[in-house]
């Protein structure tokens, strides 16, 4: 079955650095494309970015874009988020997520805080 499990979260000052990885499982993950999204207390789910399925395509939300960087390991089937001057608004819930045959799969979230 397809599994997503992210990791790397925690608490950071403003202005530091985390990296997030998204372990993936149960599918071919090379043939994906392969998607960040983050959801803050009280706000919907929104979209972070996005990588193409060979890594040489990426997209960013426009709040993230110059900060954050989205890159994968087709070998080690993980995809991961680099997050890099990283402010209050920053925090929040971080999902990866896999489209596979129109069925929608979440991991579990990592919890992202940036706070001094």
């Known amino acids: 079955q397809v599994q997503l499990v992210e990791s790397g979260g925690g608490l950071v000052q403003p202005g530091g650095s985390l990296r997030l990885s998204c372990a993936a499982s149960?599918?071919?993950?090379?043939?994906?494309?392969m998607t960040w999204y983050r959801q803050a207390p009280g706000k919907e789910r929104e979209l972070v970015a996005v990588i193409a399925s060979a890594g040489n395509i990426t997209s960013y939300a426009d709040s993230v874009k110059g900060r954050f960087t989205i890159s994968r390991d087709n070998a080690k089937n993980t995809v991961y988020l680099q997050m890099n001057s990283l402010k209050p608004e920053d925090t929040a819930v971080y999902y990866c997520?896999?489209?596979?045959?129109?069925?929608?799969?979440w991991g579990q979230g990592t919890q992202v805080t940036v706070s001094s």
């Open positions: 149960g599918f071919t993950f090379s043939s994906y494309a």
């Open positions: 997520r896999a489209v596979i045959r129109f069925s929608v799969y």
